[in-house]
């Protein structure tokens, strides 16, 4: 199975229970806010992208290089912690190895923007 098959595989089936942790806990939302600034970047090998090695969530992460430092950067936190915390955004299925977000998670980043300016 390709990335871009795989890919599409987790897309199509989110984990929408995960996103209930992000309404109370506003650290792991910001994080998220981070994640998405600092997308990952296709690994390639022989100026080829890589292919997952494992047809599971795994191995579809193992096909990018996370920005650990510029996320780090962004929330002015340790490195340690950035990757603690893309970690767990990553365990829970909040975030997608090409950067991108859940459907779920993208609107309540909206409705806590629109809830601070309303």
């Given at each position: 199975?390709?990335?871009?098959?795989?890919l599409e595989?987790?897309?199509?089936?989110?984990?929408?229970?995960?996103?209930?942790?992000?309404?109370?806990?506003?650290?792991?939302?910001?994080?998220?806010?981070?994640?998405?600034?600092?997308p990952?970047?296709?690994?390639?090998?022989?100026?080829?992208?890589?292919?997952?090695?494992?047809?599971?969530?795994?191995?579809?992460?193992?096909?990018v290089?996370v920005?650990?430092?510029?996320?780090?950067?962004?929330?002015d936190?340790?490195?340690v912690k950035?990757r603690?915390?893309?970690?767990?955004?990553?365990?829970?299925?909040?975030?997608?190895?090409?950067?991108?977000?859940?459907?779920?998670?993208?609107?309540i980043?909206?409705?806590?923007?629109?809830?601070a300016?309303?």
């Amino acid at each position: 199975m390709t990335y871009e098959e795989l890919l599409e595989q987790y897309k199509a089936n989110p984990r929408r229970e995960s996103a209930v942790v992000l309404l109370d806990d506003a650290e792991l939302l910001n994080y998220t806010v981070y994640f998405k600034q600092c997308p990952p970047e296709r690994l390639l090998m022989a100026g080829d992208p890589v292919e997952p090695m494992a047809a599971n969530w795994t191995g579809l992460w193992e096909c990018v290089a996370v920005n650990y430092d510029g996320i780090a950067l962004l929330a002015d936190d340790e490195l340690v912690k950035a990757r603690k915390m893309v970690e767990r955004l990553k365990g829970l299925r909040l975030v997608y190895p090409d950067g991108s977000l859940p459907e779920l998670v993208t609107k309540i980043i909206t409705k806590r923007i629109l809830g601070a300016l309303g």
